[in-house]
Each structure stands twice: as structure tokens, then as C-alpha cells.
T-cell receptor, first 111, second 111 residues
Framework: DAGVIQSPRHEVTEMGQEVTLRCKPI?????LFWYRQTMMRGLELLIY????????DSGMPEDRFSAKMPNASFSTLKIQPSEPRDSAVYFC?????????FGPGTRLTVL | AQSVTQLDSQVPVFEEAPVELRCNYS??????LFWYVQYPNQGLQLLLK??????LVKGINGFEAEFNKSQTSFHLRKPSVHISDTAEYFC?????????FGTGTQLKVEL
């Protein structure tokens, strides 16, 4: 198995632009998580899904952030419009046997 | 409610010396505990986990941790570190769909 796949690995965009981050979880894992990591705040849980249904989105910072999981093998995290303070590394993770498997992350820079 | 405290934000150590990274938890439910490692510019990788059974848990790369219920601790140890162990280490607690992260400990191994 290729593990959790995220794309793009790096994204540089200008303030105000829409950004879409993508994640493919490990096949058979029915939980998917989106995290954000910054120097100031460390790792923060943004949202998680169970069987493609959003369960807890209390970590989503504001309405500019949205996440979808249209099927068991794909999820997106969208920021519209993006702001410089959204610059961070965004991780996706899926679960098996109480172990979270993390993707390599997307490093987002908003200028 | 669950919480994790990593007592040291940075731990410098010389190569081949032993190291202990401290983690204390609080939880009102069954305890699952994890240590993850994050190498520079990479995602998080599981080092070891405690779900039940033996309180001494052995993980990858020569690391081990001991679950101590009376002291509510899950300290990570390695008898002899290598330069390649330089990374950030996260202690986590929780059940599969909701993990609580510690703030991380930066281990810096020096020659």
C-alpha cells in the first residue's frame, strides 16, 4: 500500500486565491482526519470524517475553510479566500486499529 | 477529558548517550497512548503504541516506553541515540477517532 497520499506537496499562492488540498486515505480505513501544523500552535485537528460523513468540524478555524469527502478514497480541504495566516503544513491521516497513518503533508504558503 | 503534557520542549543529548522524553497524561476513560516521530519536513510516523497488555512497549528504531498507571506517565526511552534520531517527538493519548496531542519535544542529538 502506498500509504496516505496528499497533493500537492507544496503550494504557494497569493492572498485571496482559492486553495484546494487533496487526500487519498489508505484503502479500507473508514476514518479520515485533517490537521494543521504551525510553529505557533503545533498540531491542530481541523475536521474528521467517518464513512465519508463529517463528524466533528469544531476545529475548522472559520467559514473560509471547508472539507468534503465525496467517497471513501478521496477528500478535499478548501480555503477560500486564502490569507497569509493560513500558511502552515496540512496533514491528512486515516485510521486502522487505533493507529493513525499520516500523509506527508502539504506545505501551504500564502503570500 | 483527555490531555497530554510533554514536560520538555527541547532535549539536547550527545550521540550514544541514553535519552528519556517525558510524557504525562490524564484521562477519565480507557487509556491508549502513542509516540510519534516527525523528521524534518516529513509527516508523523508511529514509533510505538500502548493499547493494553504489557506495560513495556517496544517500538521501531530501538525506542521503548513504559506505561505507568500510578504515575500517569508514558515516558519514551532509548539507551543509545544516534544523530539520525534528531527529530520532534509527539506523545498522544485517546481512542482511535479522537486523539489528543502533546506539544512535542525536539530531540537534538549532537556529536
Amino acid at each position: 500500500d502506498a500509504g496516505v497520499i496528499q497533493s500537492p506537496r507544496h503550494e504557494v499562492t497569493e492572498m485571496g486565491q482559492e486553495v484546494t488540498l487533496r487526500c487519498k486515505p489508505i484503502s479500507g480505513h473508514d476514518y479520515l482526519f485533517w490537521y494543521r501544523q504551525t510553529m505557533m500552535r503545533g498540531l491542530e485537528l481541523l475536521i474528521y470524517f467517518n464513512n465519508n460523513v463529517p463528524i466533528d468540524d469544531s476545529g475548522m478555524p472559520e467559514d473560509r475553510f471547508s472539507a468534503k469527502m465525496p467517497n471513501a478514497s478521496f477528500s478535499t480541504l478548501k480555503i477560500q479566500p486564502s490569507e497569509p495566516r493560513d500558511s502552515a503544513v496540512y496533514f491528512c491521516a486515516s485510521i486502522s486499529n487505533n493507529e493513525q497513518f499520516f500523509g506527508p503533508g502539504t506545505r501551504l504558503t500564502v503570500l | 477529558a483527555q490531555s497530554v503534557t510533554q514536560l520538555d520542549s527541547q532535549v539536547p543529548v550527545f550521540e550514544e548517550a541514553p535519552v528519556e522524553l517525558r510524557c504525562n497524561y490524564s484521562s477519565s476513560v480507557s487509556v491508549y497512548l502513542f509516540w510519534y516521530v516527525q523528521y524534518p519536513n516529513q509527516g508523523l510516523q508511529l514509533l510505538l503504541k500502548y493499547l493494553s497488555g504489557s506495560t513495556l512497549v517496544k517500538g521501531i528504531n530501538g525506542f521503548e516506553a513504559e506505561f505507568n498507571k500510578s504515575q500517569t506517565s508514558f515516558h519514551l526511552r532509548k539507551p543509545s541515540v544516534h544523530i539520525s534520531d534528531t527529530a520532534e517527538y509527539f506523545c498522544l493519548t485517546g481512542g482511535g477517532n479522537k486523539l489528543t496531542f502533546g506539544t512535542g519535544t525536539q530531540l537534538k542529538v549532537e556529536l
